[in-house]
């Protein structure tokens, strides 16, 4: 047993915190501020070849593995929480349905272009009906000769806009929910694709997120990502390792909070109420952190890793969410203060709390696994 | 990173728990009722090697890794939180000799607790100095090559079966808590007098004593490290023993949760299994969630121990905080999952609930463990 980063994900981890420190973190509350793309940190982050940490490197990829990832996104999360989910969401849900469902072809084509971060990935399953439900989807796709036409709307894209290439799951056939729905890999500037509402947000509003609108979408048998009916379990697989990503990055956020509100009592001095809550907050972030590296090292090491991934997602956004409130409550009048990275902090991490997949589908997912007789 | 124990450890953990299921589940809710303390389970331990699981082989033992000692912790207490303590108090007694002694004494000392012919017993803790462990009035005078020790201990467990004693004592009360100093007694030449044994809420079969030291006298030669250096031992030894505590919390909560589990799959309501509720899943899932944080954050700590680690004191305290916290929410959690049948002595999540209640006192309080924890990360 050992419980360290091993030599190489510690240094991966100072390199990824300088890198997001020096360029990052600068632009966070400016693109907070203003609703903007984090147009410098996001190209910080592909020059230094961190847009492709999962892929391998005959891809062009840094080869790295799900560990590696967690660390990426919970430095990245620590200077810009934005930054964290836009590359989060290219990284993991993004790009690896193509690393893992896609064939020699698809991954020659598209895989060098998201490492190196030409191309921007992103996921779209969700439906205005079909939410944590998400086998309820309608978007059609029927076969049409060489290839298919997609028609319908998806919602809450994250990377909406700037993304090169979606992963877009739709229905094929006419079997009843999970088994009639495919993944097909659409290209940004596809015909007939759109960009519909992008949602203004409580947090997070570096990362654009909104509607991507699909009316006949042509789409040939080539971009199909694994067999006809096979996109479901490619969508739960690629969630599964999403949840470390998003781990991740409320740890970081969960992190930057506490060391924020430690400065504060440094400077002016702490009384035993704050010393008592500062303690609780940074036990609960330990827990979490090793929540979510059993689950990457799991994954890692190619063994089942749904619960813990789900624990780990579970318990560090609900200890993002406590921790960001309480580091508030600790900076005072200050902390609510608008642009003050504590209110920040507060409005980012409460999307970690709904997006992947909402806490109560964790619980579901825990339970379910659970109750599997073992 | 590695989490997971070696192939040793897990024969270890296997030889255990096959224990623990044939012997000593049978006899949990027997000794929570009696209120006696297992000295059969004490033997079983013993002829198994278990009680030589704190030591190094060289002194006697098979091991002396944390990690391997709250794995044994765990396992106990998912059964029975005071047969566990038989472990977990063999390593508290001893880490002060292990931590503190020199060669001559742990060659001495160790082998025979580590055979299990003899436990070991701390004794920090005094009525009227118990957070402020600084505080304590016991004194140790020296005479010639022996020192007298006068004063009262309270909260000692084991304090009534141990052979060996490791007692904290002032030797120069005008230096405060340098003023403390370290001494191992043993009971054939060093005899301490059982004042009281406590009812107490949970691990009633764990005895708790307070102990009267009159005169007893004890060679120079048991001292521990130098005059004065006491304080700073004890506070070592607890930076050792907290894990342990975690890994009794966190066996108590597995035990509460696997019983749980069980019963609602069973148990029907409305025409279905309470399980399928979302209510109740929705509990199972936080559960099992809160117990793999704890687990986590012991064994972390217990790799520190191993590794000697700069931020034991801080990691260490987080992991009792964090697993006995847990513990006493998932065990009340369990009683409610069973209803008025987890409120009843028939089923065992009550005894569990109540054994829970302790992992946040002993060891440090955990107000304490937040004080520790704050200001590490303040300094």
Known sequence: ?374 | MDFEFSPEQVAIRDTIRELVQDRVAPRAAEIDQTGEYPKDIEKLFADNGILGIPFPEEYGGISGSSVTICMGIEEIAKACASSSLILAVQALGSYPILVAGSEEQKKRLCPPLAAGERVAAYALSEPGSGSDAAAMTTRAKKHGDEYVLNGTKQFITHGSVAGTLVVFAQTDPSAGSRGISAFVLERESSPWKVEKLEHKLGIRGSPTAQIVLEDVKVPASNRLGDEGAGFKIALAVLDRSRPGIGAQALGIAEGAFAYALNYVKERHQFGQPIASFQGIQFMLADIATQIEAARHLVFRAATKVDSKAQDLTKVAAMAKLFASDMAMRVTTDCVQLLGGYGYISDYPVERMMRDAKITQIYEGTNQIQRVVIARALLR
């Not at chain 1, 391998?56 to 200077?79: H, K, M, S, T």
Request: with cysteine.
């Open chain 1, 1 to 374: 047993m050992d419980l360290e980063l091993a030599p190489e994900h510690a240094s991966l981890r100072a390199a990824v915190r300088e890198l997001a420190q020096a360029s990052v973190q600068p632009f966070a509350a400016e693109v907070d501020r203003e609703h903007r793309f984090p147009e410098e940190s996001v190209r910080a982050v592909a020059e230094a070849g961190l847009m492709g940490v999962l892929i391998p490197r005959e891809y062009g990829g840094a080869g790295l593995d799900a560990l590696a990832f967690a660390v990426c996104i919970e430095e990245l999360a620590q200077a810009c929480a934005s930054t964290a989910v836009i590359v989060d969401v290219h990284t993991s849900v993004g790009t690896e349905p193509i690393l893992l469902f896609g064939d020699e072809e698809q991954k020659r084509r598209w895989l060098p272009r998201l490492a190196s971060g030409e191309l921007l990935g992103a996921f779209a399953l969700t439906e205005p009906a079909s939410g944590s439900d998400a086998a309820a989807l309608q978007t059609s796709a029927p076969r049409n000769g060489a290839g298919y036409v997609l028609n319908g709307t998806k919602v809450f894209i994250t990377n909406i806009g700037r993304a090169g290439l979606y992963v877009v799951f739709a229905r094929t056939g006419n079997e009843d929910r999970a088994a009639g729905v495919t993944a097909f890999l659409v290209p940004g500037d596809a015909p007939g694709l759109r960009v519909g509402q992008v949602f203004d947000k409580m947090g997070l509003h570096g990362s654009p997120t909104g509607e991507l609108v699909l009316e006949d979408v042509n789409v040939p048998v080539a971009n199909r990502l694994g067999a006809e009916g096979a996109g479901f379990p490619i969508a739960m697989r690629a969630l599964d390792s999403g949840r470390i990503g998003i781990s991740g990055q409320a740890l970081g956020i969960a992190q930057v909070a506490i060391d924020e509100a430690r400065e504060l009592m440094r400077e002016r001095g702490h009384d035993q109420g704050d010393d008592f809550t500062l303690a609780d907050l940074s036990t609960r972030v330990e827990s979490a952190r090793l929540l979510a590296y059993h689950a990457a090292w799991l994954c890692s090491r190619g063994r089942p890793f749904t619960r813990e991934a789900s624990m780990a997602k579970l318990h560090s956004t609900d200890t993002a969410m406590q921790v960001a409130l309480d580091a508030l409550q600790i900076a005072g009048d200050e902390g609510a203060r608008q642009g003050s990275p504590f209110e920040r902090h507060v409005r980012d991490a409460k999307a970690l709390q709904i997006y992947e997949g909402s806490n109560q589908v964790q619980r579901v997912v825990i339970a379910r696994e659970l109750l599997k007789t073992r």
